[in-house]
C-alpha cells in the first residue's frame, strides 16, 4: 500500500527565511503522481502541484521550488524569502497510476509559521 | 458561485442520529471526491465519484457511510447512527477530467462540514 511521511510536523521561521518542507513516498507502482496542497486558516486546500513520477525535472514558480528525487523517494517543498502569508498547513500527497487522480494518499501535514 | 460549496458548515448531532452533508461542485467537473479531516488520522480518502460511472467506495469506514450524486453535480454524503469517533471535517472536492498539462488532477476544495457528534 502507498503511504507519504511529512517528518516534520511543525516548523517556524522568521520572515525572509528559506524553508524547506520534507516529503517521502512509498508505492509499489512504477507509475505515480505527486501533489502538494496547501491548507490555510481558512480550511479550504488549494492545489500548488502535480509532479508525474516519470518527469523529474525540477519546478521553480515565483518564491516556491520542489525538488523530486527518484531515488530517494522524496519530493520536497522549498519556499524562498518566506512572508507571513505562507503560514499554513502543507500537505504532500500521492495517487498511484491504477486510480483516478484525486483518490489521493496523504501526509500528515506540516503546519508552517511565519514570524513577522 | 464558482466554488465548490458544502453545506452545512457546522453540524452539532448527538450519538445515534443520522446526519446528511451536502456538497454542490464546480459546475462542468465530472469528478466529485469526499474526504475526511480529523485529527487522529489527518485526511482520509472516503468515496468518488466520475461521470456515470460505479462510485470508488472503497475508503468508506464502515455501512453506515454512504453517498450519492444525482444528475451528475449534487452530492449527498449519509452518515447513519453517528458515533463519537465520527467527528470530523469533511471536505469535498470537484475536479475537470484532465490527463494532461499543467493543473490536470487538481482538486478544487470546498471549505467543509465540520460534524460534531455529542
Known amino acids: 500500500a502507498q503511504k507519504v511521511t511529512q517528518a516534520q510536523t511543525e516548523i517556524s521561521v522568521v520572515e525572509k527565511e528559506d524553508v524547506t518542507l520534507d516529503c517521502v513516498y512509498e508505492t509499489r507502482d512504477t507509475t505515480y503522481y505527486l501533489f502538494w496542497y496547501k491548507q490555510p486558516p481558512s480550511g479550504e486546500l488549494v492545489f500548488l502541484i502535480r509532479r508525474n513520477s516519470f518527469d523529474e525535472q525540477n519546478e521553480i514558480s515565483g518564491r516556491y521550488s520542489w525538488n523530486f528525487q527518484k531515488s530517494t523517494s522524496s519530493f520536497n517543498f522549498t519556499i524562498t524569502a518566506s512572508q507571513v502569508v505562507d503560514s499554513a498547513v502543507y500537505f504532500c500527497a500521492l495517487s498511484e497510476s491504477s486510480t483516478s487522480y484525486g483518490k489521493l494518499t496523504f501526509g500528515q501535514g506540516t503546519i508552517l509559521t511565519v514570524h513577522p | 458561485g464558482a466554488g465548490v460549496s458544502q453545506s452545512p458548515s457546522n453540524k452539532v448531532t448527538e450519538k445515534g442520529k443520522d446526519v446528511e452533508l451536502r456538497c454542490d461542485p464546480i459546475s462542468g467537473h465530472t469528478a466529485l471526491y469526499w474526504y475526511r479531516q480529523s485529527l487522529g488520522q489527518g485526511l482520509e480518502f472516503l468515496i468518488y465519484f466520475q461521470g456515470n460511472s460505479a462510485p470508488d467506495k472503497s475508503g468508506l469506514p464502515s455501512d453506515r457511510f454512504s453517498a450519492e450524486r444525482t444528475g451528475g453535480s449534487v452530492s449527498t454524503l449519509t452518515i447513519q447512527r453517528t458515533q463519537q469517533e465520527d467527528s470530523a471535517v469533511y471536505l469535498c472536492?470537484?475536479?475537470?477530467?484532465?490527463?494532461?498539462?499543467?493543473?490536470?488532477?487538481?482538486?478544487?476544495f470546498g471549505e467543509g462540514s465540520r460534524l460534531t457528534v455529542l
Open positions: 472536492a470537484s475536479s475537470a477530467r484532465r490527463s494532461s498539462g499543467r493543473g490536470a488532477g487538481e482538486l478544487f
